[in-house]
Nanobody, 124 residues
Framework: QVQLVESGGGLVQAGGSLRLSCAAS????????MGWFRQAPGKEREFVAA????????YYADSMKGRFTISRDNAKNTVYLQMNSLKPEDTAVYYC?????????????????WGQGTQVTVSS
């Protein structure tokens, strides 16, 4: 059974940093493109970042470029999202997702498995 478990969310002041982690089980991690998405209240889920199976390539939404960094450790079956220079508009539930056959990596419907989400709140 595939499970993705996020951790590391919390409350931080604007300008601060958080590091999210997502631990995967079920044997699919090294075969999967891993992504982070987020959803704010009243808004649609949006793409944040993705990383290819080997970690060689990363992709970011424009508003996160230069502030967020996605990485993965295939030995630990874990993907990370380092978030710096956080803004109040980054407040959302952040979800980890795994895709076995993503093409663009940007769309939620390309991802097969999802975590339960972790809340990130940035105060002004």
């Amino acid at each position: 059974q595939v499970q993705l478990v996020e951790s590391g969310g919390g409350l931080v002041q604007a300008g601060g940093s958080l590091r999210l982690s997502c631990a995967a089980s079920g044997g699919i991690f090294s075969s999967s493109v891993m992504g982070w998405f987020r959803q704010a209240p009243g808004k649609e889920r949006e793409f944040v970042a993705a990383i290819t199976r080997s970690g060689a390539y990363t992709y970011y939404a424009d508003s996160m470029k230069g502030r967020f960094t996605i990485s993965r450790d295939n030995a630990k079956n874990t993907v990370y999202l380092q978030m710096n220079s956080l803004k109040p508009e980054d407040t959302a539930v952040y979800y980890c997702a795994a895709s076995l056959r993503a093409t663009t990596n940007y769309y939620a419907n390309e991802y097969n498995y999802w975590g339960q989400g972790t809340q990130v709140t940035v105060s002004s």
